[in-house]
Every structure is written in C-alpha cells, then in structure tokens.
C-alpha cells in the first residue's frame, strides 16, 4: 500500500499564479486534511473534510480552496499565489483512533 | 487560547544518554494527545496516541506518559538514528468542538551523537 502520496514534491511560482497540489490515499479512510508547516510555526490545519462532498475550514482557510469528490483524492488549490504561501504542504488522512498519516509533502516557494 | 507547548527546542544527547521531552498543554476537553517523529524532508510518522492521565505507552526506546496537563516522551540509550524531530500535538473531544482539529506543539529537534 502507498498510504498517502502528494505530488508534486517541489514547486515554484510566481505571485498571482494559481496551482493544484494533489493528495491521494489508499487506506479507504473518510477523514483528510491539509496543513502547512513554518519555521517556529508548528503544523497549522488548512482544510479538512469527513468524507467525499463534505469539506471545512480549519485554522488558516483564506487563499485556499478543497473539493472532495471521492474517498481517495483530496486537492488543495492555491488560487492567486502570494509569497506568504511559501511553506511545505503536508496532507493527511485520519485513523480510527484519531491517529493522522501524513504523505511526504511538497515544498512550494513563491516569488 | 488551546495552547501546546514543547520543550526544550533542541536537545543533543550522547549515545546512550537517556533523557525526556516535554509536552505541556493548556486545552480543556482533551480527547486525546498524540505523539510524532518527523524526519528532515519527510512527513510526520504517528508514534503514540495517550487518552488518559497516568497512561504509558512504549515503542522500542521511547515511553511516552501523560498527566493532567502535560506529557512526556522518555527516551532510553539512546542512539544516532533516534535524531529526529519530535512533535506533539492535541485533540478535544466532539463536545468542545474539537472533533476535527489537531493542534501541534512546534516540536523538539533531537540529535544523538557517537
């Protein structure tokens, strides 16, 4: 099993661009969500969701947008990139017992 | 404000040197308290999960426990590829609104030496 794999591992962009960044897991779990991590910061929630079509904000929605049309995947996506989105981007999905998997995340820079 | 404090931030050991991490938390409601090993580039890896004052759970050289208001991760001898950083973080209970929200201390940075 792969667990939960995010793509792509690296990326840059230019303010104003707007991207994707993907999330999917095979470990039939209802429960995802996205959080960004910062230096001295600790990992901050984004988005999550309880299940597909069903999606919430967290602690630092704005900038943000999910969708959740299935169990497996889960993108974020960055709508006008700002530099203050620099950071890595963990996504992670939840066990029974609240336990979280987290993918390798992806390192996003904004220029 | 819920609040999860971890100290201290870096702590280097020699092999076989045992010491603790602390995990100090200011939340009412706790349903549960949750321990993490991250490796550089890497995600978070789950260790430990603690639900109760007074419990313990162990996992080769590491004992994590938990009292009413923080929690500690012991490590026993231990050696160079126990470097990592450790992060703890903490969930409420449904009931204050918590069921969906994880919130991370900022994590101790442990290196082990030869």
């Known amino acids: 099993n792969a667990g939960v794999t995010q793509t792509p591992k690296f990326q840059v962009l230019k303010t104003g661009q707007s991207m994707t960044l993907q999330c999917a897991q095979d470990?039939?779990?209802?429960?995802m969500s996205w959080y960004r991590q910062d230096p001295g910061m600790g990992l901050r929630l984004i988005h999550y969701?309880?299940?597909?079509?069903?999606?919430d904000q967290g602690e630092v929605p704005n900038g943000y947008n999910v969708s959740r049309s299935t169990t497996e995947d889960f993108p974020l996506r960055l709508l006008s990139a700002a530099p203050s989105q620099t950071s890595v981007y963990f996504c992670?999905?939840?066990?029974?017992?609240?336990?979280?998997?987290f993918g390798p995340g992806t390192r996003l820079t904004v220029t | 404000e819920d609040q999860v404090t971890q100290s201290p931030e870096a702590l280097r050991l020699q092999e076989g040197e045992s010491s603790s991490l602390n995990c100090s938390y200011t939340v009412s409601g706790l349903r549960g308290l949750f321990w993490y090993r991250q490796d550089p580039g890497k995600g978070p890896e789950f260790l430990f999960t603690?639900?109760?004052a007074g419990e313990e759970k162990e996992k080769e050289r590491l004992k994590a426990t938990l009292t009413k208001k923080e929690s500690f991760l012991h490590i026993t001898a231990p050696k160079p590829e126990d470097s990592a950083t450790y992060l703890c973080?903490?969930?409420?209970?449904?009931?204050?609104?918590?069921?969906?929200?994880?919130?991370f201390g900022t994590g101790t940075q442990l290196k082990v030496e030869l």
């Open positions: 470990m039939n779990h209802e429960y």
């Open positions: 992670a999905t939840r066990g029974t017992h609240y336990e979280q998997y």
């Open positions: 973080a903490v969930q409420l209970g449904v009931l204050t609104g918590g069921g969906n929200k994880l919130t």
């Open positions: 969701s309880v299940g597909a079509g069903i999606t």
């Open positions: 603690l639900y109760s």
